[in-house]
């Protein structure tokens, strides 16, 4: 018996070793960061200042601040359009390279490339297509006699034509996960659908979607999580002296401005805290909602 519980000691002592170091950095950097956050949004910061205590004033603030409600209505846009559409052109994509065709694996590198690819450079090239005056989505509607919009500079085509690189920047990354996913899936069961006569569409939602949907739950989830906290391309595509920044502005976009900008780090937090809300309020959901459609092997 002694012998025993020394064994499970070591084991526990040993165990505690191997993951203090992880353990150790999730405190110092996700844990801490994220109670000082909460503690400094009932606080008034204004530059370099010593926290002044203002309990809930930072939050009455956010129940009427326009801008930041606007924010939050960019944000689920964005969200509730990017991913299911992403989602699905990246699974679409996925079958599609999961079959015997020629230059398969040309056809892999040339999706994944927009995932290695710097932001900065991305939205650049982005920037010209988007361009009112010399760019090559306005050059092509020219051809057919159409007057192309400003794509970036109008209310009406700013978060659009964001939603539109966004969808692109993460297909390849989706799509790669989900093509693994896919070859995970054994061909038997395949075979047995098509001896009793399945045709490739009964397959799909009979056989892959159901085998695919633990990843699939996965590509959704990081995708909505990726989706909330959108904030480089905004960053980069549109200047902050466009006119139409506040119909493109997110959470995470209007957090920076608030904290790095506007040195209103108590109110910036405030608003890291209301996000942090929404993405558990999410992720719940989500996680509520995969029992009834998630098939685990």
Not at 59 to 79: C, G
């Amino acid at each position: 018996m002694n012998t025993f519980s020394s064994i499970r000691r070591q084991k526990i002592i040993w165990g505690t070793i191997l993951v203090a170091p992880t353990l150790i950095y999730v405190l110092i950097m996700n844990v801490w960061p994220m109670i000082q956050t909460i503690y400094l949004s009932f606080n008034s910061i204004r530059g370099l200042g010593i926290p002044r205590w203002v309990g809930l004033a930072n939050y009455q603030k956010a129940l009427t601040d326009t801008e930041l409600l606007q924010s939050i209505w960019n944000t689920f846009l964005y969200t509730i359009i990017t991913v299911p559409i992403g989602t699905a052109l990246s699974l679409v994509t996925a079958v599609f390279l999961n079959t015997n065709i020629r230059f398969k694996s040309g056809f892999r590198l040339l999706f994944f490339i927009p995932v290695v690819s710097a932001p900065a450079a991305v939205a650049m090239v982005w920037r010209w297509l988007y361009n009112s005056e010399f760019g090559l989505f306005n050059y092509i509607l020219s051809i057919f006699g159409i007057d192309g919009p400003n794509w970036i500079g109008d209310d009406n085509f700013v978060l659009l034509s964001i939603m539109i690189v966004g969808i692109w920047s993460t297909l390849g990354y989706n799509m790669i996960i989900l093509l693994g996913g896919l070859q995970d899936i054994p061909q038997i069961y395949y075979e047995a659908a098509e001896m009793d006569g399945s045709g490739p569409i009964r397959k799909f939602f009979h056989i892959t979607i159901p085998m695919l949907s633990p990843t699939l739950f996965f590509v959704i989830t990081t995708s909505f999580l990726g989706a909330l906290q959108i904030f480089d391309l905004i960053f980069m595509m549109v200047d902050k002296t466009n006119p139409a920044l506040k119909s493109a502005e997110s959470i995470v976009y209007l957090f920076y401005r608030q904290t790095f900008e506007a040195n209103n780090k108590g109110y910036g937090a405030a608003i890291a805290v209301i996000l942090l809300i929404l993405i558990f309020i999410g992720t719940a959901i989500q996680m509520k909602l995969q029992k009834k459609w998630v098939h685990y092997k």
